[in-house]
């Protein structure tokens, strides 16, 4: 058994046996998962209409537009994940499990509200609001990875007994 999996099989399981099946039954799992990789489309794509508005000064409108749609996508995807986080492990927000997610998450959140704030009160200007969102949107790449990195333990997790058991045969 490799290093890396042998200390995933010591780690804290992500999920108690009820929480994983809390998980799989739950509706607001496939509601994530549709959502994630929405939300990363619209990332993408709102990232090129930005980095344009910021190279050449065109496209101003469509980048605004873009970096309102990634925010309700955002707000959207935290409610949603907010209310899986309650059904799997009876708290909202800030379960131990993912801890840590949710607290850059509150950041990822402030940053692309302070964009909406500024928009709504005329502030910062273009370049000034097209930089917070770069701001926000690199928060959000950071917070994507902790989510993929945590969701990649917890797959490794759970097929360490798997191993484990193919290993003594």
Do not use: C
Not at 76 to 89: D, N, P, R, S
Not at 116 to 140: I, K, S
């Amino acid at each position: 058994m490799s290093a890396d999996r042998s200390k995933i099989s010591r780690s804290k399981p992500l999920y108690t046996a009820g929480q994983r099946a809390a998980r799989d039954a739950s509706p607001w799992t496939l509601v994530q998962g549709l959502l994630a990789p929405l939300q990363f489309l619209v990332f993408l794509v709102s990232l090129g209409l930005v980095i344009r508005f910021l190279a050449t000064g065109d496209g101003e409108t469509t980048a605004t537009v873009s970096v309102v749609v990634k925010t309700l996508v955002l707000y959207t995807i935290m409610v949603t994940g907010a209310i899986w986080e309650k059904v799997v492990f009876g708290r909202y927000l800030f379960a131990d499990a993912f801890f840590w997610e949710d607290v850059f998450s509150m950041l990822v959140l402030t940053l692309h509200t302070a964009y909406l704030v500024a928009l709504g009160l005329d502030a910062l200007g273009a370049q000034g609001r097209a930089l917070l969102a770069l701001a926000a949107y690199a928060t959000y790449v950071i917070n994507a990875t902790q989510f993929i990195l945590k969701l990649r333990a917890a797959r490794l997790q759970a097929a360490a007994p798997l191993l484990t058991a193919e290993a003594s045969l």
